[in-house]
């Protein structure tokens, strides 16, 4: 047989599927839902009034019951702690929790340490240098967290593997590092809203900010409920209602690293200007409770609402050969099926392991996908000219690529025929074409 050259659709792991499935569910209500999820980057801890502000916005919100994501860096959980901030820690018992790294801003940030470092390197660099903020975080809230997002925008896909090893179902934040045509997706499978389309926020300035923000709210309400529903991700820090410059901007801007006996607290704002930025802050959510489709929801309950179908199900012969002639049509990409989505991974994964039990002269048998979700290869093997092997050899490497998966729970990046290598794309081409 022959295998030659494929094109490669990766994001580094070849493990990124799109949610359909919150799409689905939505049309099948009455009025489909509009989804707000209403999160806090909930990081400053050193300036003493940003303790006041989230009291403030938690007992606001708590009055008007609109849950909301409340991502904590470890510091700043100590520090409440150390406080006696008891009043803020019950306050925050009504909504969800999520984790936002153990010092945020104090060098080095995570794209720094893990940007010279490979995918299982990474991922325990990640944990040993994140693991302590999160255990302390649950600890003194009393509960696990539900999600997590990387500080500022220092991103690193092997904060992802940390994730999976912790057990954290989903990725919440916003920054242009990956996107999915601006919708929900799976990342290494890990439940991903990170740059989705509806980002929205109003500004605390006051009448202007709010009118502005009014409109761009109604414009992306109306284009959702048109189309079935969907998210608006709407996010803010408690420390802006109070600073005139983020405490981290303060201490740590451009790389600076000075010792914690150096902090120094950011400038405040007046007491008029800290009253307008909660009562525009106040206004936006009334005005947003006031659109019949909006729901607010929490990270903690985005899972059972945008479920990963593809992982609930079993795949039949028929079903795999459709996929092997997407793949024939389409080459190397996600695939987006009528009730599932299948990342290039997963769809190497199911072709492969078909192959093996098609070359053993075994009946077909259902397939489902490996539980976590597996990942693609951690470096890119670059494609070589077409080589030729025996169909006995070509099986053999078929049994030694499936042994490799459930081993690592990954594709090999290299890939041997015998004595020659040939790239995971190339294999998965060649393999639909069987």
């Known amino acids: 047989m022959r295998i030659g050259p494929a094109v490669f659709f990766s994001v580094l792991l070849c493990a990124v599927s799109v949610v359909i499935s919150g799409a689905s569910v939505a049309a099948k209500a009455a009025k489909a839902p509009v989804y707000v999820l209403l999160w806090f980057d909930t990081e400053d801890y050193i300036l003493p009034e940003s303790d006041d502000a989230l009291l403030r916005i938690l007992t606001f919100l708590n009055e008007e019951r609109a849950p909301a994501t409340f991502k904590i860096v470890g510091e700043k959980a100590r520090v409440l702690r150390d406080r006696e901030r008891r009043d803020i820690l019950t306050a925050l018992e009504q909504h969800d929790v999520g984790y936002h790294t153990n010092f945020h801003s104090v060098q080095p940030t995570p794209a720094l340490y893990l940007s010279p470092l490979g995918w299982e390197e990474g991922v325990a660099e990640f ?12 600890r003194i ?35 242009p590092h990956v996107n999915l045509d601006g919708r929900p997706f799976y990342y290494a499978g890990i439940l ?48 802006e209602f109070v600073h005139e410059e983020f405490w981290d901007g303060t201490n740590f801007r451009n790389g600076a690293n000075p010792p914690r006996s150096e902090w120094q607290k950011p400038p405040v704002k007046s007491a008029e200007e800290v009253e307008t930025a909660h009562a525009t802050f106040e ?13 607010f929801k929490t990270a903690r309950m985005l899972p059972a609402l945008f479920p990963d179908l593809a992982s609930l199900r079993s795949f039949k012969e028929s079903e795999i050969l459709e996929i092997a002639k997407a793949v024939e049509a389409r080459g190397v990409d996600y695939q987006e099926q009528k009730r599932f989505s299948l990342s290039a991974s997963e769809v190497f ?20 996908l490996e539980k976590p979700s597996i990942l693609g290869p951690i470096n890119l093997q670059p494609d070589q000219i077409e080589v030729k092997a ?45």
Not at 152 to 158: H, K, N, R, T
Not at 195 to 219: N, V, W, Y
């Open 127 to 138: 944990y040993r240098r994140e693991y302590q903020g999160l255990e302390e975080l649950q």
């Open 141 to 175: 809230v009393g509960r696990t967290a539900s999600c997590y997002g990387q500080p500022g925008s220092s991103w690193g896909p092997q904060q992802y593997g940390g994730l999976r090893d912790w057990k954290i179902p989903v990725y919440l934040d916003d920054g």
């Open 192 to 239: 991903t809203f990170f740059s989705l389309t509806h980002t929205l926020r109003t500004e605390l300035g006051g009448t202007d900010d709010l009118e502005q923000a009014k409109i761009e709210f109604q414009e992306a309400y109306q284009e959702l409920e048109v189309n079935g529903g969907g998210v608006i991700s709407i996010y803010y820090h408690p420390c």
């Open 283 to 295: 206004a936006y959510v009334r005005f947003i409770k006031t659109f019949p489709a909006v729901q």
């Open 349 to 368: 994964s199911l072709l492969v392991r078909s192959a093996e039990t098609k070359l053993a002269g075994e009946p077909a048998v259902p397939l489902q």
């Open 390 to 434: 025996s169909l006995n050899q070509y099986e053999r490497t078929v049994q030694d690529v499936v042994d490799f998966m459930k081993s690592k729970g990954r594709i090999p990046e290299a890939i041997w025929l015998g004595s020659q290598i040939v790239s995971p794309e190339s294999f998965l081409v060649t393999t639909a074409h069987y």
